[in-house]
C-alpha cells in the first residue's frame, strides 16, 4: 500500500512559479512509478508528467515540456514537480499517483496508476 499526499498549490500569477510536492508513505517506494495528473472542471484528466523508478526516466505531456521538471528523492520518499512559465490552461487540481512496476519507466496513462492523492489546486490568472 502507499499513501500519498500532495502540498504546494495555490494562486500564481501567469509567467509564475510553484512547485508541487508529493509525500510517500508504506512500503517499496522504490518499486513505483510516480505521476502527476491534472484535472480542469469540466475537462477530462490528463497525464502531466512522470518518472520511473530511479532517476533518469521521466515523461512529459507536449504542452508542458520545457516548462515543467519532475524529480524524485527516494530517500525522502518525496516526488516534486516543478512548474515554471505557467498559463492559465494549468489550472487545475494536480494529483499525484503511484504503480509499481519492475521497469524503469513510467506511462501518462491514468488507468495505469493504482494509488491517488488528494490533489492540489493550482489557480493561474492575473
Known amino acids: 500500500q502507499l499513501q500519498l499526499v500532495e502540498s504546494g498549490g495555490g494562486l500564481v500569477q501567469p509567467g509564475g512559479s510553484l512547485r508541487l510536492s508529493c509525500a510517500a508513505s508504506g512500503s517499496t517506494w522504490n518499486s513505483a512509478a510516480i505521476g502527476w495528473f491534472r484535472q480542469a472542471p469540466g475537462l477530462a484528466r490528463e497525464g502531466v508528467s512522470c518518472?520511473?523508478?530511479?532517476?533518469?526516466?521521466?515523461n512529459y505531456l507536449d504542452s508542458v515540456k520545457g516548462r515543467f521538471t519532475i524529480s524524485r528523492d527516494n530517500v525522502k520518499n518525496m516526488v516534486y514537480l516543478q512548474m515554471d512559465g505557467l498559463k492559465a490552461e494549468d489550472a487545475g487540481v494536480y494529483y499525484c499517483a503511484a504503480y509499481w512496476t519492475v521497469f524503469n519507466s513510467c506511462a501518462l496513462a491514468s488507468e495505469q496508476y493504482n494509488y491517488w492523492g488528494r490533489g492540489t489546486q493550482v489557480a493561474v490568472s492575473s
Open positions: 518518472i520511473g523508478r530511479y532517476v533518469g526516466y521521466t
